[in-house]
């Protein structure tokens, strides 16, 4: 099966700073490529995401690169805000019939004011 | 947009008692319920695929005969923690793919605590 490995599981920024986390997969068919973030003792929220017939994608701050043929993924946040602060967690989503997602190890981001 | 109920969002239960958590979609219909389990500071770990009609899929490792999975119509999906034992507390969350697109909707999670 799939399996997603997230870096770095820790991440501090000054606010205004960008954050970058990265994350692998070992499933060449895997085709998309979701980010989330997570509060404490909340759901995972979507952030965005990327198909794989695509290399990048941006929403306002927020940007998502893919490089298949090294079969990593990197979401970037720029202006970083305290607000920003929370688990990101990336996943990938294989291709059997029922499409699960797999989902890296988190990062927990802290945005220092 | 489409939206998951699950319920309870926390429960305090007794060792060896059984817990029944419920996500139900509420403005679609779910053929397939993803149940994960998040333990503290730990990332989404997905216990089974439940299909409507149909066997639940577990993953390696997880007690079918502990957590039982119960798909029966195409709104409601519901997992039963049979003899919970303290660690079994966790998150438990469920997930959903909206039809055929590439989303998926979250439930709300329940906070389950064995004492």
């Known amino acids: 099966g799939e399996n997603v490995e997230q870096h770095p599981s820790t991440l501090s920024v000054q606010e205004g700073d960008s954050a970058v986390i990265k994350c692998t997969y070992s499933?060449?068919?895997?085709?998309?490529f979701p980010w989330y973030k997570q509060e404490l003792g909340k759901r995972p929220q979507l952030i965005i995401d990327?198909?794989?017939?695509?290399g990048e994608k941006k929403d306002q701050r927020i940007a998502v690169t893919l490089n298949k043929t090294a079969k990593h993924f990197s979401l970037h946040i720029t202006e970083t805000q305290p607000e920003d602060s929370a688990v990101y967690f990336c996943?990938?989503?294989?291709?059997?019939?029922?499409?699960?997602?797999?989902f890296g190890s988190g990062t927990q981001l802290t945005v220092l004011p | 947009g489409a939206v998951v109920s699950q319920h309870p969002s926390w429960v305090i239960c007794k060792s060896g008692t059984s817990v029944k958590i419920e996500c139900r979609s509420l403005?679609?219909?779910?053929?397939?319920m993803f149940w994960y389990r998040q333990f503290p500071k730990q990332s989404l770990m997905l216990m089974a695929t439940s299909n409507e009609g149909s066997k639940a899929t577990y993953e390696q490792g997880v007690e079918k005969d502990k957590f039982l999975i119960n798909h029966a119509s195409l709104t409601l999906s519901t997992l039963t923690v049979t003899s919970a034992h303290p660690e079994d507390s966790s998150f438990y969350i469920c997930?959903?793919?909206?039809?055929?697109?590439?989303?998926?909707?979250f439930g709300s999670g329940t906070r389950l605590t064995v004492v």
């Open positions: 499933d060449s068919a895997s085709n998309y």
């Open positions: 403005d679609f219909q779910a053929t397939t």
């Open positions: 997930s959903a793919r909206v039809g055929q697109s590439y989303g998926y909707t």
């Open positions: 990327i198909r794989s017939n695509v």
């Open positions: 996943a990938a989503m294989e291709t059997g019939s029922a499409r699960q997602l797999t």
